[in-house]
């Protein structure tokens, strides 16, 4: 990947590109789950011609019905691709292949590739507003720093994050479908 996936090249010591990472991770998953509100706001608003079983404040609601243990196992069988694979991609493409390919944007690179990024999630355009603002800190210092891991750590971090919390609420029963 040498040559195509860049800000590799120049990483940032490991502890400070832990915090880094960690600091945006926190961001993105306690900026994420209080902008839900403004995502069913917007979906009521604007998109409700949309039928998204998601949607809505309740975002579980199209699993009730199945059972607790089909639902956990769907979700361990998933887990390590949307929980963490497919994240790491998007974080490859969007922050290691596309940002660096944006300089004539100067300073306004991160904005855009973080507005391509939210527009790219064209199934829940709706979201587009609350991503905006939990992923642009991670993106903006990944760019500034020209270090990858740490938008790595804030994006498929706190997918895997939210996953295990997930997993841990249905398999202990304090959720329950």
């Given amino acids: 990947m040498k040559g195509i996936v860049h800000y590799r ?8 590109a832990f ?22 706001i917007v979906y009521d608003w604007f998109f ?9 404040p309740d975002g579980t609601a199209y699993l009730q019905g ?10 361990l069988i998933c887990a390590p691709f949307t929980g963490f ?12 292949f596309l940002l660096p390919r944006l300089p004539q944007l100067g300073k306004w690179a991160p904005l855009f590739n973080t507005f391509f990024f939210s527009v790219y999630h064209f199934w829940a355009p709706w979201t587009v507003l609350s991503k ?6 991670g993106v ?7 270090d990858i ?10 997918a895997l994050l939210m996953t295990v919390v997930g997993v841990i609420a249905l398999a202990s029963g304090a959720y329950t479908m």
């Fill in 9 to 16: 090249d120049k990483p940032l010591p490991p502890g400070k």
């Fill in 19 to 40: 915090w880094l990472g960690a600091a945006c991770l926190v961001w993105m998953s306690a900026v994420s789950l209080s902008l839900t509100p403004l995502d069913n």
């Fill in 48 to 56: 409700t011609w949309v039928d998204y079983q998601g949607a809505g």
């Fill in 66 to 75: 199945y059972p607790q243990e089909i639902v956990l196992t769907t979700l």
């Fill in 85 to 96: 694979t497919l994240p790491l991609l998007e974080e490859y493409y969007f922050r290691g």
């Fill in 132 to 137: 905006l603002v939990f992923l642009y800190p």
């Fill in 140 to 146: 903006w210092l990944a760019w500034k720093k020209q």
């Fill in 149 to 158: 891991r740490i938008s790595i750590a804030m994006h498929p971090g706190s």
